[in-house]
């Protein structure tokens, strides 16, 4: 029995999540954002993922303790049914199942849009170190994604060097002539 509630965010959850994802950007290398989004910016990313995709968030008794959400793989409609996914989780929570109920519940929702593959673009450092760790790449292989391809020091952060990989999961079946994909307003919620 999962213990953490699934739901969509809303816009007033930006200073929460805001919350969650600012230790990310001002200790860690796993995001490269330099500087951590003003409320107005962060709320506006909410908002638009929101208008397509699934944003989501975990709650364990009522506090917001992470969340996932898909966005747009590639813009030309050719892509339409890859997405990118992103999940962060308040950093004293980690370890707790609190990803794993989160992109579970990702999942399922992609499915029901009719995406058929999961992206994931994931910082990897050389050697691990006090900025980064091969951890997001162990937890996305534990949810079913396989690697796909890295590009070599391509990103500085805290005067380092870090790679990024791409990882990915296949979740739907590949037809000839796929349905068209729906906006998350449109299916059943979970």
Known sequence: MNKYTIRTATSADTDTLLEIYAPYVENTAITFEYVVPSHDEFKNRIVQISKKYPYLVAE?????????????????????????????VK???????????????????????????????????????????????????????????????????????????????VIGEHLENPEIVKAYSEIKTI
Not at 138 to 163: I, L, S
């Open 91 to 169: 950093i004293n929570y980690k370890g707790h199942g609190i990803g794993k109920a989160l992109y579970s519940a990702l999942e399922q929702a992609l499915k029901q849009q009719n995406i058929t593959n999961m992206n994931a673009c994931i910082a990897v450092p050389e050697v691990d170190d006090e900025y980064l760790t091969h951890n997001s790449v162990q937890f996305h292989t534990h949810m079913g994604f396989q690697p796909v391809g890295t590009f070599h020091k391509c990103a500085n952060k805290f005067h380092r060097w870090y790679n990024m990989i791409w990882m990915e999961k």
């Open 60 to 88: 364990e008794n009522h506090e917001i303790v992470g969340y996932a959400y898909a966005n747009t793989f590639k813009p030309r409609a050719a892509y339409d049914w890859s997405v990118e996914a992103t999940i962060y």
